[in-house]
């Protein structure tokens, strides 16, 4: 933004205000929330998460009605020579079946079931951690707006003021008309800048409250402002920790055990099950010279599946792969989280510095280049251009410090996404079971 007003017509309460940057009112009426509660109410109340959470539930319930034998069968039979000899010969039978398991197949099962109820926590844990991101990330964007915005609203009230008063000099004949123009440009060109603003605030805005479950209308505001730590932040970062709280990390060990659960189920289901089957039968029969007698006979049978030709050799050979690739894939997380953490942490350490450098010596010097010229001007020894263009010189060193401040949130906010800060953060799933396994 080129913009070609003369501080030498502010009052110091002005400059000050222009330097600094005017903070946004917030309605009465509106929720107000820090970066952490508003983490917090996504993590509760996003629609989404509590549809996640219900894949918890769904595992829980596999867990709790497997490793159960396979219903009876009840057998019902009757015989008769009717179409034959006809001599009332009959046989009436009732027999009652049962399969079991030779193996330790119900065992297995239920041991699948139970690491997959680990695995719906950890994915659900894995949402909410980039739920969280999403907000922070969200929230900083918003704030970076709404201040830009605010400094825009208060260099287009300091410009009318300077129309004003260039208006009435130029009226006494002690000022050019040409300055009125470039000053109502200016204002022009703050309009725009004003409008576009207030858009994508309006856009962070409603993108928030769908990440936090409110509707569109709710009112919410962003408590505090962006502002630079007094010390540099953390260099290093034990990985250790790190792994124990990356949802990610601890899904792909979960992973691990379900592959080797899964292969310990197929191995058992080389043998299928042997049916024992009771038996009770009655029967009417000619038996010469006696005539037509009747008889009833009891019985047990086993019948036992030979595995002459299927032993389940693809599905073990498949989870002997699947194991493999699991536990390749925990060296290949662990190693993809080391990389991201090394990188965020030098990024976030980068943008400090340079941040900090931004908003000190920078800014003083350019606050005094501005000061300088300005006595000069009064003292005709420089011309208003000139101050113009110290003037700029500050601004752009402002809208530049501004920048590289909310660079640094945006990397500390992506060393606690990688660091698994954000997992640690509670909230209203953990009654049900939904926190990440450890």
Do not use: C
């Not at 080129?2 to 501080?7: A, D, G």
């Amino acid at each position: 933004m080129n913009l070609r007003i003369s501080m030498f017509f502010l009052p110091k309460r002005l400059l000050l205000l222009l330097l600094v940057g005017a903070v946004s009112t917030v309605a009465a009426q509106a929720e107000s929330l820090t970066v952490r509660e508003a983490i917090q109410t996504a993590l509760e109340q996003n629609p989404e998460m509590k549809i996640a959470a219900l894949e918890i539930d769904r595992a829980k319930a596999r867990l709790r009605w497997s490793g159960r034998l396979e219903n009876p069968e009840l057998e019902v039979s009757a015989s008769t020579d009717a179409i034959g000899l006809d001599e009332n010969e009959a046989a009436y039978e009732v027999a009652f079946a049962q399969s079991f398991p030779l193996t330790s197949r119900l065992r297995d099962e239920r041991e699948l079931r139970r690491v997959q109820v680990l695995l719906a926590e950890v994915e659900l844990a894995e949402k909410r951690r980039e739920l969280a991101y999403a907000v922070a990330v969200n929230v900083n964007d918003l704030l970076t707006t709404r201040r830009k915005l605010a400094l825009e609203e208060e260099l287009r009230s300091i410009s009318d003021e300077i129309e004003n008063f260039l208006t009435e000099r130029v009226k006494l004949g002690e000022a050019s008309a040409l300055d009125v123009t470039q000053v109502r440009l200016t204002g022009i060109s703050l309009d725009r800048e004003i409008r576009a603003l207030k858009a994508e605030a309006g856009r962070l805005s409603l993108r928030l409250k769908k990440q936090l479950g409110f509707s569109p209308g709710h009112q919410v505001e962003i408590a505090g402002e962006l502002k630079l730590p007094d010390t540099a932040p953390e260099e290093m970062v034990p990985l250790e920790g790190v792994l124990e709280k990356r949802p990610d990390y601890l899904k792909a060990l979960v992973t691990a055990d379900e592959s080797r659960a899964e292969l310990a189920l197929a191995e058992a289901r080389r043998w299928e099950d042997v049916s024992v089957r009771v038996f009770l039968e009655r029967e009417h029969s000619v038996d010469e010279p006696a005539g037509l007698e009747r008889n009833t006979f009891a019985g047990l049978g086993v019948s036992l599946p030979l595995p002459f030709w299927n032993r389940n050799e693809q599905e073990r050979e498949e989870a002997r792969i699947n194991t493999e690739a699991a536990a390749r894939t925990v060296e290949a997380v662990k190693f993809a989280i080391h990389s991201e953490l090394e990188t965020a942490l030098q990024a976030r350490q980068a943008a400090y510095v340079s941040a900090a450098e931004a908003s000190g010596e920078v800014l003083d010097l350019a606050e005094k280049n501005l000061a300088d010229f300005r006595t000069a001007y009064e003292n005709g020894q420089a011309s208003l251009l000139q101050v113009q263009r110290a003037q700029e010189q500050l601004l752009e060193l402002q809208t530049a410090a501004f920048d590289l401040l909310r660079d640094y949130h945006l990397s500390d906010a992506e060393v606690k996404h990688v660091s698994g800060y954000y997992s640690d953060l509670p909230s209203g799933n953990e009654g049900r079971g939904a926190s990440p396994a450890k």
